[in-house]
């Protein structure tokens, strides 16, 4: 075997460059020949989708509440169990909207464990983000951490799903309604959960869904509210079109956010996917809590209750370096070797950017920030081959073990 490695050392000029030797298995460890990136949206086949962009052709309607799109809410009304959907071209104008339409002011206490659009809508309605700390097993706001924050100018609490994982739901609706608060739930990652048979916008005052190409439901753009109060429909559907009320009257300064047709028929063709999608990432999580279950230093967060349907939309794992034997840092690299391209997902926190550093921080974020220095989101999605998994678990064990 030395002279083997010798002599392909000389013919390639470096063993580390193309193949890697891994003394626990015997075998060489190859790096995948194209990448392997952390997500890649799932495709409906093609004839479905040139079928729907005849009917688009023959109506020769593209914009402004098709009947594209008009089905597609439809059908996510019956989805989501409710007639209160307003959709959009994106997820953060969404969020942005709904803000605004619920008269969002003050104060706001949120998460620094989250994408920074989260941060952002509350930037752009002139709200000040209130920083506290997150619990340790989902990464989802402390609710301890939220009552203590609370201040005369406090209006409403904006939680994350993050990964998916479901807030402490009874808990923050309870501070929320002692202390008169909107409840808003930021779900971006979270379409298709379910939380005791209900769906998860079901809780709280308004939910936000992302319908971006990275998410495990998507359609290629957009995003969604709903919502409690039926009388916030009108309000987002002026605010998503310039304001107008109809084609002479315009009834408040609202903006373009509106979603299209071809947006809409990539959502309907998608969400005949959607149980699919859902069970197959059950499987890839399942393998990888499997074949990484013993590597010192690799932490997965908790299996979830069984009152919960998950969505696993995302492979969070945990790096503890002095177990582990290298940073999550380290890891990262060590993956993009073999042309697997994890992400390091949040980091760094929405507090440690350039345009937020300023904003005062009263929580101490313990463990936002330990979490955010040891996550890592492994690939997962609906075409990731199982042989894919096996070898990049199989990196991750050699790695642990120094070779």
């Known amino acids: 075997m030395v002279n083997q ?3 392909f050392a000389t013919a390639q000029g470096s063993v580390a460059f193309l193949l890697v030797y891994t003394k626990y298995f015997g075998i060489m460890i190859k790096p995948f020949k194209k990448p392997i990136f952390v997500t890649r949206p799932f495709l409906p086949p093609i004839e479905e989708f040139s079928a729907g962009l005849q009917e688009i052709w023959d109506n020769q309607w593209l914009t402004n509440e098709g009947p594209v799109l008009q089905r ?8 989501c169990d409710t007639d209160n959907v307003c959709l959009f071209t994106n997820g953060t104008l969404a969020l942005q909207i709904g803000l605004q339409g619920l008269g969002i002011t003050g104060e706001v206490i949120t998460t620094p ?8 809508a509350l930037y752009w309605n002139k709200i000040r983000p209130v920083f506290v700390d997150i619990e340790p097993d989902y990464y989802t706001l402390d609710p301890d951490k939220v009552e203590a924050a609370i201040t005369p100018w406090t209006t409403a609490i904006l939680a994350v799903h993050v990964f998916g994982y479901p807030c402490k739901l009874d808990e923050l609706a309870d501070i929320a309604r002692r202390h008169n608060l909107k409840l808003i739930y930021d779900a971006a990652h979270a379409f298709g959960v379910t939380v005791d048979g209900k769906q998860i916008s079901h809780f709280g005052d308004m939910s936000m869904f992302s319908f971006h190409a990275t998410k495990l439901y998507h359609s290629l753009e957009g995003g969604m509210l709903i919502f409690q109060d039926d009388g916030l429909k009108s309000t987002f559907d002026y605010l998503k079109n310039f304001g107008f009320k109809n084609e002479v009257e315009v009834v408040m300064p609202g903006t373009n956010a509106k979603m299209n047709e071809m947006q809409a028929l990539m ?4 969400l005949k996917h959607l149980d699919d999608l859902i069970e197959k990432g059950r499987v890839i999580e399942a393998m990888y809590r499997e074949r990484l279950a013993e590597v010192p230093g690799i932490h997965f967060p908790p299996e979830l209750t069984a009152n919960i349907r998950y969505n696993y939309a995302y492979m969070p794992i945990e790096v503890n370096e002095k177990e582990f ?3 999550r840092d380290m890891l990262y690299e060590k993956l993009r070797e073999y042309n697997v391209f994890a992400r390091k997902y949040f980091y760094p926190l929405v507090t440690d950017f350039a345009c937020y550093k300023n904003v005062q ?13 040891r996550i890592l989101c492994l690939p997962t999605y ?3 081959a199982i042989d894919s998994i096996e070898r990049i678990c199989e990196i991750i064990i050699k790695s642990s073990s120094g070779i």
């Open 5 to 7: 490695e010798s002599q």
């Open 72 to 79: 597609f809410s439809r059908q996510l009304s019956q989805q």
């Open 113 to 120: 464990f989250t994408f920074v659009a989260t941060t952002h």
């Open 267 to 270: 959502g309907i063709l998608v």
């Open 325 to 327: 034997g290298m940073s």
């Open 361 to 373: 921080t009263r929580d101490s974020l313990t463990v936002a920030n330990g979490v955010a220095d």
């Open 382 to 384: 609906y075409d990731l």
